[in-house]
């Protein structure tokens, strides 16, 4: 990689930074403690943070105003990779899961919701895991996953509410994330499930060429073809 784009990455916010030393210059994490700490004070991670409301919600909820809810601001802080042991986002984590589990073991998108999502789903686990919610509080959700994924081994939003045929490949990565961040982290429960589970989602998606029709062998969607920052924003969920 050329030097002036690996001097334009570090000179950004802390959280590029530490990930282009991280991850594209091989550097130990225990070289970047110091640079790591830095994304929760400045830049991105600050601007984030300097949101949160006294509940420790962000937005107007959950789930509202879309981009800007606590789901996906601290799905954000997870990816800006700011330190796990933040205290007010494992909060916020935990006052989720305590709140807003549905009965079926799912997260409802609010208080009053008639039933959870299973994009969401994976994205919680996602974001849940790396601020180490604790396991007695993600089995219900983990039984839920298990049992909403389709025998071509992904999994479908529309799941749910009524019968699907085909999964989805926005929802298949987004609970491949989620299960992935579980089982990095060391958490037990279900994993030989789960672990299978990913081994077939990731075989879903490679039949797909990650990005095409099994059927036609057509580009399922421009917006797969584009890098974009957050990646939901430039297609359809």
């Given at each position: ?12 916010d ?48 959950f789930?509202a105003?879309?981009w ?21 986002l ?18 409802r ?122 990646p ?6």
């Amino acid at each position: 990689m050329q030097n002036g784009l690996l001097d334009y990455l570090l000179s950004g916010d802390p959280s590029i930074a530490y990930q282009t030393r991280k991850y594209l210059l091989g550097d130990k994490e225990k070289d970047l403690s110091q640079l790591r700490k830095r994304i929760a004070l400045e830049g991105y991670g600050k601007m984030f943070l300097e949101e949160q409301n006294e509940d420790l919600s962000f937005g107007e909820g959950f789930y509202a105003p879309k981009w800007v809810s606590t789901n996906y601001t601290l799905l954000d802080l997870r990816y800006l990779e700011i330190e796990r042991e933040t205290q007010s986002l494992a909060a916020s984590v935990k006052d989720i899961a305590v709140n807003l589990t549905d009965r079926d073991g799912g997260i409802r998108l609010s208080p009053h919701g008639k039933s959870s999502d299973i994009c969401v789903d994976g994205m919680f686990l996602n974001y849940a895991t790396y601020f180490a919610l604790e396991e007695s509080l993600l089995k219900s959700l983990v039984d839920s996953l298990i049992k909403e994924q389709l025998p071509d081994g992904g999994f479908n939003c529309q799941s749910k509410t009524r019968i699907v045929h085909h999964s989805s490949m926005h929802t298949t990565l987004s609970v491949l994330e989620g299960i992935h961040e579980y089982l990095k982290h060391g958490y037990l429960y279900r994993k030989v499930e789960l672990e299978r589970m990913e081994k077939e989602g990731r075989e879903f998606l490679l039949l797909h060429n990650l990005f095409r029709s099994d059927k036609t062998g057509e580009i399922i969607s421009p917006g797969f073809l584009s890098i974009s920052y957050p990646p939901g924003g430039s297609t359809t969920s």
